[in-house]
């Protein structure tokens, strides 16, 4: 039996609390929400808790080491380097939700008008098979070298460099969510009650709300948690060449850049943006693990 008429034939009742009881089986992604978590309040509440300005400049405290003042040590200039991780996780994870958000939206739409009509699916997945074929990194350096200035003269340079960056991401990273919804959208469509549906005069725009995107919702949440840790190491990438955000506006990626040139004098320059980067996408992965066993219809019908 395939996992759509799996899905189909799942029991009703309060399916939440069966996925919620699944996702707690697997240690891995309980541990990644946890640090998750964690990482999510640090950044939104510790600037409340540690209020040291990430910008504000102290020659006498450069280069300092861990200390209850510091937690994080100073850098060349006498930046705090934690206040400085926790307003470029700020940064980071918003562009990483808001790029997510842009690829999930392309890749779930292409990928349901692909799998549902079939007079679009010829199109869409060759227009899907262009964007594959280019490679992602100098498209997105060509991109960000052609739009910067623009775009920074009409929003300013945080907000322009915010929405070119997660722009350019989203754009560029939908293609894989398109294919694996189109899919699974082939294999429920092909399902007796979507049949049924159709044959009662039920309207298109109803039935994909009603059958279609309910059956497909655990490969489009996985593909989320995936999109996230692609577009904050892709951020982290671009920072890190000099392309990213000004200096001025610290993210993780941009931290790392900065600290480069630093790591035999201050080596925690690069060493807690880069743990910052490698536990947030190793705890998004594991979560993106724990949701798709979660919602494998062969445990929700048991």
Known sequence: MSEAAAIAEA?????????????????????????????????????????????????????????LLHPFGTDNLGHDLFAQVLAGGRVSLAVGVAAMAISLLLGASVGVASGYWRRLDGPLMRLTDLFLALPLLPLLLVAVTLFREPLRAAFGPSTGIFILIVGSIGVTSWMQTARIVRGNVLAVKRLEFVLAAQASGMRARRILFKHILPNVL????????????T????????????????????????????GVSFMQITPSRVIWPGLAISLTVLSVNYIGDAIRDALDPRALRR
């Open 11 to 67: 029991p009703a009742g309060p399916v939440g609390g069966h996925v919620w009881r699944q996702f707690r089986r697997h240690p891995g992604g309980v541990a990644g929400l946890v640090v998750f978590a964690l990482i999510g309040l640090a950044v939104l509440f510790g600037p409340w808790l540690h209020r040291v300005d990430p910008n504000r400049i102290s020659i006498r405290e450069r280069n300092q080491g861990l200390s």
């Open 218 to 229: 655990s490969s489009i949440l996985v593909s989320a948690t995936l999109g996230m840790a």
């Open 231 to 258: 577009a904050i190491i892709t951020e982290s990438v671009l920072s890190f060449l000099g392309l990213g955000f000004p200096p001025d506006f610290p993210t993780w990626g941009r931290l790392l850049y900065d």
